[in-house]
């Protein structure tokens, strides 16, 4: 690879898909992100189309380096799960298989938290931390990423715990308190009770919490009491996109069981 081509970073969410080339020495973006309206029909192959586009559009940049690509889904070898927050159609779908032969590169494909994961543990919150760290993703659901002793543990799904016979994610996500327009206070004493069910089941070392609303933290994680510390992420809305494309230079079978 030439010195100036970076690995492609791509995260297909349910509003838009965001790319960019990552510089891995430093954990940031080698040129400004671009992004692009999720189709509607958000099928695989309409969502295709979108990742080819962005690909097309750095390929100066990135020449014939691997491309990583998050999606908010369970993944196993490139395969599709489920689909919380994506159209069903992806269930099933060899998505790496699909995203290769359409863009002719390397691709791996990768849960969205787990990205994010990976990247606060390469270059930020959790980096040089001992033991397992939680990293929690609030957004329009809850993503989770499992990182002990510095591995990732893929596809922990933790938001889809059911608490008092609710998902945990349809009460404790940022969505959740958009959506009921609840106070930091209010939405604090949601987050304590879903921290603490997490913390009695696996005691981690340290919680780190990323999603747009980190950036807040300030509002409610002072409000939280949990044995671990709870940390807000450090590289904010380009984490998965980052990770993503660590993924795809150093771990092109992440989820492999």
């Keep these: 690879m030439a010195k100036h081509h970076h690995p492609l970073g791509i995260d297909i969410g349910g509003s838009g898909i965001k790319g960019a080339p990552v510089d891995l020495d430093a954990g940031a973006f080698a040129q400004d992100r671009l992004r692009i309206a999720t189709p509607e029909e958000s099928t695989p192959d309409a969502v295709a189309d979108v990742v080819a586009r962005i690909a097309d559009h750095f390929e100066q940049h990135t020449g014939d380096s691997p491309i990583g690509v998050t999606v908010p889904a369970v993944v196993t070898r490139g395969l599709v799960r489920t689909a919380a927050n994506i159209d069903k ?4 779908t060899d998505a790496a298989a699909l995203l290769s032969s359409r863009l002719n590169r390397p691709v791996a494909v990768v849960n969205d938290a787990d990205a994010a994961g990976v990247a606060e543990l390469t270059y930020g919150a959790a980096r040089n931390v001992d033991g397992l760290v939680l990293l929690a993703t609030l957004g329009t659901g809850i ?18 715990l059911e608490i008092d016979g609710v998902d945990a994610e349809k009460r404790a996500s ?15 004493q949601r987050l304590q009770h879903y921290f603490a069910h997490v913390e009695n089941l696996l005691s981690p070392d340290l919680i780190v919490v ?3 609303v980190s950036k807040h933290a300030e509002h409610y994680l002072p409000l939280l009491h949990l044995r671990a510390p709870i940390v807000p992420a450090q590289l904010g809305n380009s984490a998965g996109i980052v990770g993503a494309a660590w993924l795809a230079t150093n771990e092109t079978d992440v989820g492999r069981k």
């Design 89 to 92: 159609t992806w269930i099933g």
């Design 143 to 160: 993503g989770s990423a499992l990182l002990n002793h510095g591995r990732l543990i893929p596809n922990s799904e933790l938001g889809h």
């Design 174 to 188: 940022s969505n959740a308190r958009d959506v009921e327009d609840l106070s930091w206070d209010e939405w604090a």
């Design 210 to 212: 990323g999603g747009g």
